[in-house]
C-alpha cells in the first residue's frame, strides 16, 4: 500500500519557467512533510518542510503548498534553473513518536536550457 | 555535505554471505535511520535507533539487524544475503525525536552476484 504517491515519474520544464511537482498521500496521520532532492550517486538533500498546521512555507525559490483536505502537497520552483535538474521526493512522517518517514518513489526534474 | 557518513560506498558480494555497512551521524544527532532504496523504487524505512536504543523498525528482514553504538555510529548487518537484497542503502540522522529534516549519507551501494 503506496501512503504517499508521486503519480508523475519525469517532468521537464523550461530554464526561467515555474516547475511544479506533485505529491499525494492518503494517510490522515501524517503531520509533517518534506521535500528532498537527489542527484546521481548522492544522498537526498534535504530541502523544504511543512507542518500540517500550516498551508504554505516559502523558502526562496521554492515554495510548499499543503492542501490537507485533498491529502495533496506541492512543490513550485521559480524561476526554474538547469542545476535543479534531479529527482525530488516527497515524504511524510506521523504522529506517534517514531518520525520515520514515508518516501513518494520520485519525479525526475529535467530543466531545460 | 550533509556530515552523515557512510561507508563502504560501494559492496559487491555473493549469496548466502553476510556484510556490514556504518554510518556516522551528523555530529549531535542522537537519532539514525536506515533507509533501502532498491531500483527505481522510494526510499523504503528500515529501522531506527535514538540514543543506543531501538525506535522503531519498518519492512526489515529478519535477516537483517542493526544497532548504535555508545559513540552513536550505527551499523547494518545483512546476513543470508540474497539477488534481491542488491539495493542502496541510506543512513539519515537527526537531532532527536522532534519533527526536524533528517539528513542522508550518500549511501552503499549493495550488488550481490
Known amino acids: 500500500d503506496q501512503q504517499v504517491k508521486q503519480n508523475s515519474p519525469s517532468l521537464s520544464v523550461q530554464e526561467g519557467r515555474i516547475s511544479i511537482l506533485n505529491c499525494d498521500y492518503t494517510?490522515?496521520?501524517?503531520?509533517?512533510f518534506l521535500w528532498y532532492k537527489k542527484y546521481p550517486a548522492e544522498g537526498p538533500t534535504f530541502l523544504i518542510s511543512?507542518?500540517?498546521?500550516?498551508d504554505k512555507n516559502e523558502d526562496g525559490r521554492f515554495t510548499v503548498f499543503l492542501n490537507k483536505s485533498a491529502k495533496h502537497l506541492s512543490l513550485h520552483i521559480v524561476p526554474s534553473q538547469p542545476g535543479d535538474s534531479a529527482v525530488y521526493f516527497c515524504?511524510?512522517?506521523?504522529?506517534?513518536?517514531?518520525?520515520?518517514?514515508?518516501f513518494g518513489t520520485g519525479t525526475r526534474l529535467k530543466v531545460l536550457a | 555535505d550533509s556530515g552523515v557518513t557512510q561507508t563502504p560506498k560501494h559492496l559487491i558480494t555473493a549469496t548466502g554471505q553476510r556484510v556490514t555497512l556504518r554510518c556516522s551521524p551528523r555530529?549531535?544527532?542522537?537519532?539514525v535511520y536506515w533507509y533501502q532504496q532498491s531500483l527505481d523504487q522510494g526510499l523504503q524505512f528500515l529501522i531506527q535507533?535514538?540514543?543506543?536504543?531501538?525506535?522503531a523498525k519498518g519492512n526489515i528482514l529478519e535477516r537483517f539487524s542493526a544497532q548504535q553504538f555508545p559513540d552513536l555510529h550505527s551499523e547494518l548487518n545483512l546476513s543470508s544475503l540474497e539477488l534481491g537484497d542488491s539495493a542502496l542503502y541510506f543512513c539519515?540522522?537527526?537531532?532527536?525525536?522532534?519533527?526536524?529534516?533528517?539528513?542522508f549519507g550518500d549511501g552503499t551501494r549493495l550488488s550481490i552476484l
Open positions: 535507533y535514538y540514543n543506543g536504543e531501538e525506535r
Open positions: 494517510n490522515s496521520m501524517f503531520d509533517y
Open positions: 555530529s549531535g544527532d542522537l537519532s
Open positions: 515524504a511524510a512522517s506521523a504522529v506517534g513518536g517514531t518520525y520515520k518517514y514515508i
Open positions: 511543512i507542518s500540517s498546521i500550516k
Open positions: 539519515a540522522s537527526s537531532v532527536g525525536l522532534n519533527n526536524q529534516p533528517q539528513h
